[in-house]
């Protein structure tokens, strides 16, 4: 263990950080090196207290010796000989280094499942140093899955407390810092040949259909400065996470109503939503043929170009999109004499036919009554702001100021509210404009839809809307669960990769949750993931009256209600790994 010190030059200033770096013997022979802490910017005399500390640690640390092990195939050559004896100092037992093993398992396994082990042991082969870089990019997924953070926090930290060395049979090499980056450059070519291999897998495992694709964006912002190369996809644009003042990327989305991801694509932090549609249908046609697909989409996503476009196609692209509720005042007299119809309880619906297409108003009654409440509450929030700035002595400007921040507050109850303000004084008045109040009342819990499938139920219609909310809970888990953000990476290629392992790892998320719909119903991945972190690996050193040691890397027996787990989803813990014997460690004490 030995100190490192980096140097940089800012304004003008050298600056010296320090950080505490551990080597470590590797398979092969060769030396990595962990960087064990950080200590930042430190003076030569706390550099010199830690030179002085690392050497006392150092000079009374245990140095064990290797030894060669024997195998069972030499004790059965031996049939005849005499068995030695080994007696244990079962006082003398010790527990050493517990480490997360019930979770790696487990995501090891859904690797597996879906194939991607030899998937990307076919395009990702070893180097000619023999880094496997398909057990890197494993390690990763599985990182981003469990504990998601930084490569610095899974180099530093993560990768010792998790059983991942041991499942793969594997050294620490797997976690070395630059091997971890590096990974990212090499991930991005196999993308398309990514998502051929999971739409296969998931038709295998769980006889998906693909024949209904969900689309829809969402936004990452990035705590960096601008500006960026010309070509990086960092732009300040409409911001989802209401973070307008970061520069951010935009990521489009396809999924089937059961949450498996067609495909995705990272665009510029400035796209705007109707220009993303029209390259998607080239894409997916190109790479998975023509077929009869219905597109569901949010309103603001297709234009009217796109949805001619689409009606146009031979054969026709079909497709159920959201529609801005302006759109249903210049539908009213048309909508007013049709007769409502039963799509499922406490849904009725009235259709539309108009130029080839079905328009189709739905409402909800839980819908209504949620949206009700709202505008009540808003409103009278509002209307009691009102009457407190009315009582209050302001100046002109201040007034106009608690005005504004009023209306940001409650814009939609706003716009139910006439205020009308003095020219030459800080008076107001307000009132209720009732036509805009009795226009918002018929709007409430209504959906106006619009689609080309004019043949189709319309109860069919609206549970394919409602299906947008897959989508939306792919985004929640990448942006929650799986800590999309913050994105430490700065290059635009590595950017992209980040979030192509995020995506690794929700495909490993949506896999468990499917198998957990057939198998274990109300429970989450999430859940299910914290049960099986329960099960810990620890070393068991067990010194015999010989001098030798006998170690034994048990993992912990799970509790009952994990077993019944196991059982629910049919899945068997590998046997316990076998024991060593090592020769005793020599200790020697320190010398001060």
Same mark, same amino acid.
């Given at each position: ?6 140097t940089?030059?800012?304004?003008g ?37 830690w ?10 640390s ?9 195998p ?8 005849? @000989?005499?068995?030695?004896?080994v007696r ?25 499942d ?7 042991? !076919? ?15 494993t ?8 504990a998601?953070g ?8 993560w ?7 041991d =499942? ?24 398309a &040949? ?18 209904v ?54 665009l ?6 109707q ?7 080239? &894409? ?20 009217e170009?796109?949805l !001619?476009?689409?009606?146009?196609h ?7 999109v ?19 119809q039963?799509a499922?309880?406490? +849904?009725?619906?009235?259709?539309v036919?108009q130029?080839?297409? =079905? ?9 209504? &009554?949620? !949206? ?7 409103l ?26 009023a209306? @940001? ?7 139910? +509210?006439?205020?009308?303000? @003095? ?14 109040l ?6 409430e ?9 004019t ?15 897959a ?10 669960? =799986? ?6 990476h700065?290059?635009?290629d ?16 949506v ?14 991945p999430r ?13 068991v050193?067990?010194?015999t009256?010989?001098?030798? !040691? ?15 787990l ?8 590998? +046997? ?9 460690? +020599? ?6």
């Amino acid at each position: 263990m030995f100190l490192r010190c980096t140097t940089r030059k800012k304004n003008g200033k050298t600056h010296r950080y320090w950080s505490l770096v551990e080597n470590r013997r590797l398979a092969d022979g060769r030396v990595a090196q962990r960087h064990v802490l950080y200590l930042g910017e430190i003076n030569d005399a706390q550099a010199e207290t830690w030179r002085t500390s690392i050497e006392i640690f150092q000079d009374g640390s245990p140095r064990p010796q290797t030894v060669a092990l024997f195998p069972d195939e030499r004790v059965a050559a031996q049939a005849g @000989a005499e068995v030695a004896i080994v007696r244990l100092r079962l006082s003398a037992l010790s527990l050493h280094r517990p480490r997360q093993w019930g979770g790696c398992w487990l995501a090891l396994q859904l690797w597996q499942d879906l194939g991607l082990d030899r998937f990307w042991a !076919e395009r990702l082969p070893p180097s000619r140093k023999g880094t496997r870089w398909d057990w890197v990019l494993t390690v990763l997924t599985c990182y981003r899955l469990l504990a998601p953070g930084s490569e610095w926090q899974l180099h530093r930290e993560w990768f010792d407390r998790s059983a991942l060395p041991d =499942l793969l049979q594997a050294d620490f090499s797997l976690a070395e810092s630059h091997r971890l980056y590096d990974c990212h450059d090499l991930v991005l070519p196999h993308k398309a &040949a990514l998502f051929q291999h999971l739409t296969a897998r998931w038709r295998d495992l769980f006889n998906a259909t693909f024949d209904v694709l969900l689309y829809d964006l969402t936004s990452t912002y990035f705590e960096s400065d601008p500006p960026f190369p010309e070509a990086d996809k960092r732009r300040h644009g409409y911001s989802r996470d209401h973070r307008p003042d970061c520069v951010q990327v935009v990521i489009a989305l396809i999924v089937t109503p059961e949450g498996f991801p067609l495909a995705y694509e990272v665009l510029a932090g400035n796209t705007a939503d109707q220009t993303t549609l029209r390259a998607f249908l080239q &894409a997916i046609e190109t790479q998975y043929g023509q077929a009869r697909r219905i597109w569901v989409m949010d309103r603001g996503i297709p234009t009217e170009a796109v949805l !001619e476009l689409m009606r146009q196609h031979e054969p026709p692209v079909q497709y159920l999109v959201g529609t801005p509720k302006g759109r249903l005042s210049a539908l009213e007299k048309a909508l007013v004499d049709q007769p409502w119809q039963s799509a499922r309880p406490g +849904v009725q619906v009235k259709l539309v036919p108009q130029d080839g297409e =079905l328009y189709v108003l739905a409402e909800s009654a839980d819908r209504v &009554a949620k !949206e009700r409440a709202m505008r009540r509450r808003q409103l009278k929030a509002l209307w009691k702001r009102l009457r407190e700035l009315q009582g209050m002595r302001l100046t002109r400007e201040a007034l106009l100021m608690k005005l504004g921040a009023a209306r @940001a507050h409650a814009p939609a109850a706003w716009r139910l +509210v006439e205020v009308v303000v @003095a020219d030459d004084s800080a008076a107001f008045t307000y009132q209720l404009r009732a036509d805009k109040l009795r226009q918002a009342r018929r709007h409430e819990g209504r959906y106006l839809l619009r689609t080309n499938l004019t043949e189709t139920d319309p109860a069919t219609l609206w549970a394919f809307y409602l299906q947008l909310v897959a989508v939306e809970q792919a985004f929640r888990t990448l942006k929650g669960e =799986l800590a999309l953000r913050p994105i430490y990476h700065q290059t635009p290629d590595r950017i992209e990769a980040h979030i192509f392992v995020s995506f690794l790892a929700y495909c490993l998320h949506v896999t468990l949750g499917r198998r957990l719909r057939d198998l274990a119903p109300g429970l989450t991945p999430r859940s299910v993931l914290e049960k099986f972190a329960a099960i810990q690996m620890i070393d068991v050193h067990v010194p015999t009256t010989d001098g030798r !040691e006998l170690r034994l890397r048990r993992y912990t027996n799970p509790e009952p209600d994990l077993r019944v787990l196991l059982r629910q989803l049919k899945l068997t813990l590998p +046997v316990q790994p076998p024991p060593e014997i090592t020769t005793a460690v +020599v200790h020697r004490t320190a010398s001060v």
